[in-house]
Structures are given as structure tokens and as C-alpha cells.
């Protein structure tokens, strides 16, 4: 069983910054697959960024070059660095593990 409790959302001008965590409690966080995910108002929700237990990392194709997911083991939480914000960016941002766990959603505002 794992649990996961995101911090990190909120306003930010277009072309800022945020960073999110998701820290991890629970057996087996070091050997699953963690991700971000999104969802905008009205659509569905969207994978943004996938990191493996071995660091290997996959990102939508609309946040490549602008997100970066890593991880700490020791510490139990996963991040993602959001850089260059866009209003399109603007969704509730959940931490995702493989197995089907979720945190509770945290909103990111961009405004234009």
C-alpha cells in the first residue's frame, strides 16, 4: 500500500516557476514507476511526466523541455520542476503510482 500527499500548486505569473512534491509512505515506494498527471477543467486527465525506479524519465510532449521529473529515494517523494509556465498549464496536478495509487490533487494556476 502506498500513500501519496503532493505539495507545491498555486498561482504564478506565465513564464514562472513551481515545483511540486510528492512524498511517498508506505512499502515498495523505491521499485514502482511514479508520475504526474493533469487534468484541465473539462477534459480528460493527461500523463505529464513518468520517472522508473532505475531514473528513466518519459514527459507529454507538451511539457518536454519546460518539466523535469526526479526522484529521491531516501527521502521518499518525487518532484516535478515546472519552468516556462503557460496558461495552458493550468489544471489540478496529481501524483500517480504505478498500481494505482493517487494523492489528493493540487491546483496550478497560470495566469496570462
Known amino acids: 500500500q502506498v500513500q501519496l500527499v503532493e505539495s507545491g500548486g498555486g498561482l504564478v505569473q506565465a513564464g514562472g516557476s513551481l515545483r511540486l512534491s510528492c512524498a511517498a509512505s508506505g512499502s515498495g515506494f523505491k521499485i514502482i514507476p511514479m508520475g504526474w498527471y493533469r487534468q484541465a477543467p473539462g477534459k480528460l486527465r493527461e500523463l505529464v511526466a513518468l520517472i522508473k525506479s532505475d531514473g528513466n524519465t518519459d514527459y507529454a510532449d507538451s511539457v518536454k523541455g519546460r518539466f523535469t521529473i526526479s526522484r529521491d529515494n531516501a527521502k521518499n517523494t518525487v518532484y516535478l520542476q515546472m519552468n516556462s509556465l503557460k496558461p495552458e498549464d493550468t489544471a489540478v496536478y496529481y501524483c500517480?503510482?504505478?498500481?494505482?495509487?493517487w494523492g489528493q490533487g493540487t491546483q496550478i494556476t497560470v495566469s496570462s
Open positions: 500517480y503510482a504505478v498500481g494505482g495509487f
